[in-house]
Structures are given as C-alpha cells and as structure tokens.
T-cell receptor, first 114, second 115 residues
Framework: DAGITQSPRHKVTETGTPVTLRCHQT?????MYWYRQDPGHGLRLIHY???????DKGEVSDGYSVSRSKTEDFLLTLESATSSQTSVYFC?????????????FGSGTRLTVV | DQQVKQNSPSLSVQEGRISILNCDYT??????FLWYKKYPAEGPTFLIS?????DKNEDGRFTVFLNKSAKHLSLHIVPSQPGDSAVYFC??????????????FGQGTILTVHP
C-alpha cells in the first residue's frame, strides 16, 4: 500500500460555498495530482504538483485552486462550488521509476453540490 | 479534444473466453501507455504498461499490444474471470517531453465477465 489517503470520503455541500479536499501521503513522493472522474469523460487532470509550493494547472482547472505547503499534503479547493463540480475526485502520486511511470491513486472523494 | 479514446463504453464476455479492450490515441508525443482497473468505490489500480519501444508486454493473463503506426493499443485478458469485472482505463504519457509524469486517460470501458 502506497500510503495515500483522501479526506473526506463523501461530502455534500451547497452551491456557492468553498470546499477543501485533502490528500495525504506517507512516502515522500515529489509528484502529486488531482483528477476528477465523470461518466463519459474518464479521469481528467485538474492540478498537479512537482514539489512544495510548486503547482501547475491541468486541463480542467477553472474553479479550482491547490496548495502544497508540505511534501505530504496536497489540498484541492473549490473556491465557490457549483453543480458542475459534482464528481468523484481522486488524488494520485507518481511512483516515477524508469520501469513504471504510473500512479498510485487514493480511494477518492465523492462530492455532491446541491 | 480527447487525446486518448476508448470507443467501447462496455464489453460483456463469458468466463474463460478472451476479453479485448481497445484504446486509440492522437498525440504522437505519447511514448508510454498504461492500463488501470477500477472497482466501484475504490481508486484505479495499475494493471500493466508498455513503452513505445515495444509492441507487446505480457503479465500473466494480461497482455498489452501497441501499434504505433495506427496509434492503437489493446489489452487482452485470457482467460477472463468474473473477478475481472471492473472499469478499465487506458492512459498515456509523454515521458520524454515537458509533460513528464502527467497521464492522459481515456473514458473507460466497463467489462462484465459472466460466469
């Protein structure tokens, strides 16, 4: 187990409220990612991080911000939640070896915006 | 613009038979490809990968084939088992370029293996 946890696992929030999702890893990996999963779209990259205070936008970053003040924590904030942000959010860390450039994913956060 | 496409939303197969999941990509910079498996209420888990310098990679019942000229890859599962029932995502990365580490995923294919 790669030691990656997401919190909360489920959340219901009202339109217009800010929401923060947390991703925590215990293995000191440099690269971390936030994806959202939606039917018909698969997994789409929201934001990613190459290290502490080093972040960049993915393909669906509008309405989201991230912060990484410590190696182990990568926070995703919905600044003012909208119904279109109802989704399942996954955090991932890159195992980043020449043998496998793949990710290890967290268990996900199911967010419902009402 | 969907750079990685899985055109079959679902696939149904009998236990013991072969499952073939397909994936197409458009970005010629992609040089590393992966398959992930996802069960309900869990995160995706890595299944198998292939580098663009190869055309086949095998791991037990799972084999991935890559056709670079057609920009197409496929995952073969032989023999299929009921426990293989899950959503399968194809993913691609341009490892050698500036987008190192970022994976682009397809839409997913729901595989159902009937006993």
């Amino acid at each position: 187990d790669a030691g990656i946890t997401q919190s909360p696992r489920h959340k219901v929030t009202e339109t217009g409220t800010p929401v923060t999702l947390r991703c925590h890893q215990t293995e000191n990996h440099r690269y971390m990612y936030w994806y959202r999963q939606d039917p018909g779209h698969g997994l789409r990259l929201i934001h990613y991080s190459y290290g502490v205070k080093d972040t960049d936008k993915g393909e669906v970053s509008d309405g989201y911000s991230v912060s990484r003040s410590k190696t182990e924590d990568f926070l995703l904030t919905l600044e003012s939640a909208t119904s279109s942000q109802t989704s399942v959010y996954f955090c991932a860390i890159s195992v980043g070896t020449e043998a496998n450039y793949g990710y290890t994913f967290g268990s996900g956060t199911r967010l419902t915006v009402v | 613009d969907q750079q990685v496409k899985q055109n079959s939303p679902s696939l149904s197969v009998q236990e013991g038979r072969i499952s073939i999941l397909n994936c197409d990509y458009t970005n010629s910079m992609f040089d590393y490809f992966l398959w992930y498996k996802k069960y309900p209420a869990e995160g995706p888990t890595f299944l198998i990968s292939i580098s663009s310098i190869k055309d086949k990679n095998e791991d037990g019942r799972f084999t991935v084939f890559l056709n670079k000229s057609a920009k197409h890859l496929s995952l073969h599962i032989v023999p299929s088992q009921p426990g293989d029932s899950a959503v399968y995502f194809c993913a691609a990365s341009a490892v050698g370029g500036t987008s190192y580490g970022k994976l682009t995923f397809g839409q997913g294919t729901i595989l159902t293996v009937h006993p």
